[in-house]
């Protein structure tokens, strides 16, 4: 399970006593174990989005629910990875990925299986008792996933995971999330402002506009995995999603 | 053959920094000798040769008398600096909850500046003279830095850190335990680290006016016997052991907290 709902979502932040609205009106829903990517400009409200999802701020209209009920707080069905990792730096990451485990109360044999699992599934065995900075950020940023999958998440909140990266530990990063997304399936929702990585990644894609954000389009992408960058189809898509952020401007 | 040689020079390397200080203490020593006694006899009780103190530190060292004063003064800071350590709790409710840093802040502001020497008349009257008295002025020598460095260190806390654990689940109390206080920790070391410091000279002021034991007590009883080579060791063993508190805490830490990068540099 993990169907989201947002119905009528906006967010209007007190900025020294001057309203700032974030986001206006945003109305759409992902699907159990869909894949969505929200895409616009810098400062859209696409972060806001993201953080009212996982609790960490409240919409001051509408209302976004889970499965039918009200999102309220944060809570591990609901698991954010950040795009500087926010790993504990004391742990290792065998501990990192063992303290949602342990929040939840997972017995300690259960734990040590789900930890070697998920260790095993973003590719990072060896490194199990390492400290975060003694990885590479692809590496660190593995870890992150791991450590929000081993709870088992209804969703995936993901805030531009990958813009820390160059560009070939980017790419085979999204690579790497695909697979791990088609090995267990979830509902993603994925931030970024980078449109080949909507396009190699999402099951569809929801345009927002500029400030004050609003949704401007949503375009389902149906392509085959893994997407073919030369594709003609891949191609048209991404004139079509180019044009939708820049139309406007 | 080449081992050895490269063995004398890396010797020679560590030593290097040293031959100023012993180029200076030759030179106190000569002085002392030759050149004291020619200027005015009285001069060489003043400033006694570096040989001299060897000599009294080897005998206060044999008589057991160094290692009481010591002993009595390493105490009062060690109780002083377990009773400081309630800084860290209140720390981290100051820097955590917002409510009970604005009624804390105002009260420790107003005390924070008074020297805790302006303290010893009051404690004298308080306390009497001794023991009690003297940890009460290290307390306070030791209790802002620690207070002060914690709250910061909470407030430094890296603000998706404490969202990603929310997000795993941890409620109040874990955050607070396990990942405030350790994101917090490297700055709490520190604080602690000044704190003992300061505690070691508030100790010695302490012990000049309100005790009849302690290395602060030994170097004032000495100077009114005009033993000037007994005040000299005692500051001596003032410093070293400043140093060792110091040396020894930046070492237990760096173990204890081996991926903080504060504490590594
Ligand atoms: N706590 C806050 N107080 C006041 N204004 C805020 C706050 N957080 C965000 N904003 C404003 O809300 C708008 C949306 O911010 P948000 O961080 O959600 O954008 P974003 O789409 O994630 O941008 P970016 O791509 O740069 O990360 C911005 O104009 C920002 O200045
Ligand atoms: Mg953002």
């Given amino acids: 399970m993990g169907h989201l709902s947002f119905n009528g979502v906006s967010k209007v932040y007190d900025d020294r006593g001057a309203p700032v609205t974030a986001l206006a009106n945003v109305t759409f829903d992902i699907a159990d174990g869909e894949f969505c990517a929200i895409l616009g400009h810098s400062g859209c409200g696409k972060t806001t989005l993201l953080n009212m999802v996982a609790g960490f701020e409240t919409p001051t209209g509408g209302a976004i629910s889970l499965d039918g009920r009200a999102v309220a707080g944060p809570g591990w069905d609901r698991t954010m990875i950040f795009q500087d990792y926010a790993l504990f730096p004391w742990a290792t990451v065998r501990e990192n990925i063992a303290f949602g485990l342990e929040m939840k109360k997972v017995p300690a044999a259960e734990r040590t299986e789900i930890i070697d699992h998920h260790v095993d599934l973003v590719g990072l065995s060896g490194f199990a008792d390492r400290y975060p900075d003694e990885l590479s950020g692809g590496m660190r940023q593995r870890v992150a996933i791991a450590r929000a999958l081993a709870v088992s998440p209804r969703v995936l909140l993901m805030d531009e995971p990958f813009a820390a990266l160059d560009d070939q530990n980017r790419r085979s990063m999204q690579n790497e999330l695909v697979r791990i997304w088609r090995r267990e399936p979830k509902t993603v929702m994925l931030v970024t402002h980078s449109i080949d990585e909507a396009i190699l990644l999402a099951d569809y894609v929801v345009v927002l506009s500029s400030r004050p954000g609003r949704i401007k389009q949503v375009v389902p992408i149906r392509l085959d995995r893994p997407r073919d960058e030369d594709d003609p189809d891949y191609l048209a898509l991404k004139r079509q999603l180019r044009g939708l952020i820049h139309d406007g401007e | ?265």
């Fill in chain 2, 1 to 265: 053959m080449a081992p050895p040689v490269t063995r004398t020079a890396a010797f020679g390397r560590r030593l290097r920094p040293f031959a100023f200080l012993a180029t200076l203490v030759a030179a106190w020593e000569l002085v002392c000798r030759f050149w004291l006694p020619v200027l005015d006899p009285q001069f060489s009780i003043l400033l006694p040769s570096p040989s001299v103190l060897l000599l009294t530190a080897g005998k206060m060292i044999a008589t057991g008398e160094l290692l009481h004063h010591l002993a009595d003064s390493l105490r009062r800071e060690a109780i002083a600096f377990l009773l400081a350590l309630v800084a860290v709790p209140v720390g981290i409710g100051m820097g955590w909850w917002r409510g009970l840093h604005e009624q804390l802040y105002p009260v420790f502001e107003i005390l924070r500046p008074i020297p805790p020497l302006a303290w010893i008349p009051l404690s004298i009257l308080w306390f009497g003279l001794g023991d009690v008295q003297n940890e009460f002025i290290i307390f306070l020598g030791m209790v802002f830095p620690i207070l002060l460095n914690t709250v910061a260190g909470v407030r430094q806390v890296d603000r998706n850190l404490i969202r990603a654990a929310r997000s795993l689940g941890a409620g109040q109390a874990a955050l607070l335990r396990r990942v405030v206080l350790k994101a917090a920790l490297p700055q709490i070391v520190i604080g602690l680290r000044v704190g003992l410091g300061f505690g070691w000279m508030a100790l010695v002021a302490a012990e000049l006016v309100g005790a009849n034991s302690g290395l602060g007590f030994l170097i004032n009883d000495a100077r009114s016997l005009l033993r000037t080579d007994i005040v000299i060791v005692g500051m001596l063993a003032i410093g070293i052991t400043g140093l060792i508190i110091d040396l020894a805490l930046r070492r237990l830490a760096r173990g204890l907290l081996p991926w903080s990068r504060e504490l590594r540099g």
